[in-house]
């Protein structure tokens, strides 16, 4: 496949061996993001350059943000010294279009270029894996999307991130997180005091199904949302006042969910508050091996068991934070700025992107490691394919089998729950009830 120049952000950094004029890309980016001037290439070149008076720079967003994909890719550069040494490469700079890169440029450029056309990049390529296929049961999952945010640390001597105190600093990553499809669908980065409240408030998507924990659990935010035409499922705390209006029947795959109550409610806290809920608003609690979970949600007809189904499938969050912090690298800051901070996290998302865009699927360890071998020359393209191609063939996409693997450990719960109290008779009457 012949590639222009106009894709040259998304190449990859192994040469050729057989010396042909061909770029070798990364298979996972064989595809152009539309665009302006159809490239993304060309939407970021000029980005944070309306400063430059003398029109003399010779370093540009693209080429920046191409050396932080290789960065993403290539398990040997882990700092931005090995990120420099890179531009001295010839088939680097011939693939980039750049020159040999100083270290002070390098590092000005996470201040120099704006990070919200990275942003904007990012949210157009979330928009292009394809739906997860769903069986109809779960298709009122299908824009379930979960929303959190996670610390990023810093280094103390950023005084923008300072957090607890003086001896912490972080930035924080707010994420939207599409269950069904396994990717994060929007993203913004803050300082770690940074409000997530704020921070969703100013980024509703209309018609999605937003799964929340305690710390968004506020009325005017719930007000806010169902106003932006979007809904929502958040937990609250466990001793939260309300006001039964009306008692929704328990079936059976409800009660095997651990549902113990499905009411719709009036009025949320004492009777002496004044302020009631923007719509009817259904509270569901659900019964867990360690505690109880109370939910609010606006979805009066949607079933109880998947209520709990969806809340429970907000843990594909934090899986993604862990992976998305160990797998690709993205526990080294490569600048000190906030800016820098979220141009690095944004080609990191990025990145992710175009691992799930490729192999249709979220993306893993083994198949990150793969691309890896590839780019490092120690793996052929049609042994990658093949890797993906195995991958492929299990029964379900990413929404399914994140349905499938909540839901059967839903439906197996009470299972589960007994052969755990058995453990733990067993164990006690064996006299080491203390290792259980």
């Excluded at 209006?245 to 806290?269: E, I, M, N, T, Y």
């Amino acid at each position: 496949m012949s590639l222009g120049s106009d894709n040259r952000v998304l190449a990859a950094s192994r040469h050729d061996v057989s010396g042909s004029n061909h770029s070798r890309w990364l298979p996972i980016a064989r595809h152009q993001v539309p665009g302006a001037d159809g490239s993304l290439p060309g939407r970021l070149h000029k980005a944070g350059t309306a400063h430059d008076k003398a029109d003399n720079r010779q370093f540009f967003c693209d080429q920046y943000v191409g050396l932080l994909l290789l960065y993403f890719f290539n398990p040997t550069v882990r700092t931005l010294r090995g990120m420099r040494k890179l531009t001295d490469l010839e088939s680097v700079q011939r693939r980039l279009e750049c020159h040999r890169v100083s270290l002070s440029s390098l590092s000005e450029a996470g201040s120099a270029f704006d990070a919200e056309p990275v942003r904007e990049i990012f949210r157009e390529l979330s928009a292009q894996m394809p739906a997860a296929p769903m069986s109809n049961q779960h298709n009122a999952l299908r824009t379930l999307t979960a929303v959190e945010g996670s610390l990023l640390p810093a280094l103390p001597r950023m005084t923008w991130g300072l957090w607890l105190n003086e001896h912490h600093h972080a930035a924080r990553l707010h994420l939207h997180f599409e269950v069904a499809r396994g990717i994060p669908a929007d993203a913004s980065i803050t300082t770690g005091q940074g409000s997530e409240v704020r921070q969703l408030r100013q980024h509703f998507h209309a018609g999605r199904l937003h799964v929340l924990d305690r710390g968004y659990a506020c009325q005017d935010l719930l007000v806010d949302i169902q106003a932006a035409r979007a809904s929502y499922i958040v937990r609250t705390k466990e001793c939260t006042a309300f006001t039964t209006a009306r008692q929704f029947p328990l079936p059976a795959r409800a009660s095997a969910a651990g549902v113990v109550r499905d009411v719709l409610v009036d009025r949320l806290d004492s009777n002496h508050h004044k302020r009631t809920p923007f719509e009817p608003v259904r509270l569901v609690e659900i019964q867990t091996d360690t505690s109880r979970l109370v939910l609010l949600t606006d979805q009066l007809e949607m079933p109880a068991d998947l209520i709990a189904l969806a809340y429970r499938s907000r843990r594909s969050i934090e899986l993604f934070f862990r992976w998305f912090k160990c797998t690709p690298g993205c526990r080294h800051l490569l600048g000190e700025s906030l800016n820098a901070l979220s141009i690095q996290v944004y080609a990191g998302l990025i990145a992710s992107l175009l691992l799930s865009i490729r192999a249709n699927q979220k993306p893993t360890r083994r198949t990150f490691e793969m691309v890896c071998h590839y780019m490092a020359g120690w793996a052929k393209e049609e042994e990658l394919q093949r890797h993906l191609n195995e991958n492929n063939r299990q029964p379900s996409g990413p929404g399914q089998t994140v349905c499938r693997t909540v839901l059967s450990s839903t439906q197996s719960g009470a299972r589960i729950n007994s052969l755990r109290l058995n453990r733990r008779r067993t164990l006690s009457a064996s006299g080491i009830a203390g290792t259980a």
